[in-house]
């Protein structure tokens, strides 16, 4: 069975840093695309970056790149997302997710397992 635990969400100032970390278990994942969505209240679920479990070739959307980066720890299971630069437009719940292929990144449809989601709120 397959689990993705999401941890390290918080209260951030704008400006401030944070890591994001999803331990992921239940089976390997090689050549899945390990995700980052967040949803906003009352807004749709967004796509935040991904990176291919195996290769580790990443992709990012355009509202994070250059503030976020993505990573994994093959050896602790745990793909993490750092960061930095924070905005109050960044405040969301923020989950991890697992797609079988590396195709449609974007696309939460895509994605066959999600964890429960951690918040992250940015304000002063």
């Known amino acids: 069975q397959v689990q993705l635990v999401e941890t390290g969400g918080g209260l951030v100032q704008p400006g401030g840093s944070l890591r994001l970390s999803c331990a992921a278990s239940?089976?390997?994942?090689?050549?899945?695309?390990m995700g980052w969505f967040r949803q906003a209240p009352g807004k749709d679920r967004e796509f935040v970056a991904a990176?291919?479990?195996?290769?580790?070739?990443?992709y990012y959307a355009d509202s994070v790149k250059g503030r976020f980066t993505i990573s994994r720890d093959k050896a602790k299971n745990t793909v993490y997302l750092q960061m930095n630069s924070l905005k109050p437009e960044d405040t969301a719940v923020y989950y991890c997710?697992?797609?079988?292929?590396?195709?449609?990144?974007?696309?939460?449809?895509?994605?066959?397992?999600w964890g429960q989601g951690t918040q992250v709120t940015v304000s002063s």
């Open positions: 997710a697992a797609n079988r292929r590396w195709f449609r990144l974007s696309t939460p449809g895509e994605y066959d397992y």
């Open positions: 239940g089976r390997t994942f090689n050549n899945y695309a």
């Open positions: 990176i291919n479990w195996s290769s580790g070739t990443t």
